[in-house]
């Protein structure tokens, strides 16, 4: 059975930094992906990275934020410099087991970027 775990949101000021971490578990994972949402809004991409190293970002957080990941671990990090409060939201991983094709997604991790 497959495990997605989101974690390292918080309260940060603006220009600040956050760490998110995914980690998975219960197959072999290969694309994983960062989502975000705010409330009454979709789910909006933020950055993909292939499990041969491909890096995808939307351009709202491009030189912003960076994703990487240890496939030894199973886990996939996003790395969150020069916070703004435009940043706020939930934000959601999600993995496809290469097992089976099929995807999953965490329970989310809440971001907060106010003074």
């Known amino acids: 059975q497959v495990h997605v775990v989101e974690s390292g949101g918080g309260l940060v000021q603006p220009g600040g930094s956050l760490r998110l971490s995914c980690a998975a578990s219960?197959?072999?994972?290969?694309?994983m992906t960062w989502y975000r949402q705010t409330p009454g809004t979709q789910r909006a991409f933020i950055a993909q990275?292939?499990?041969?190293?491909?890096?995808f970002y939307a351009p709202f957080v491009k030189d912003r934020f960076t994703i990487s990941r240890d496939d030894a671990k199973n886990t996939m990090y996003l790395q969150m410099d020069n916070l703004k409060p435009e940043d706020t939201a939930t934000y959601y991983c999600?993995?496809?087991?290469?097992?089976?094709?099929?995807?999953?997604w965490g329970q989310g991790t809440q971001v907060t970027v106010s003074s």
């Open positions: 999600n993995v496809v087991n290469t097992l089976n094709g099929n995807d999953f």
């Open positions: 990275l292939t499990r041969n190293g491909r890096a």
């Open positions: 219960g197959g072999i994972f290969g694309t």
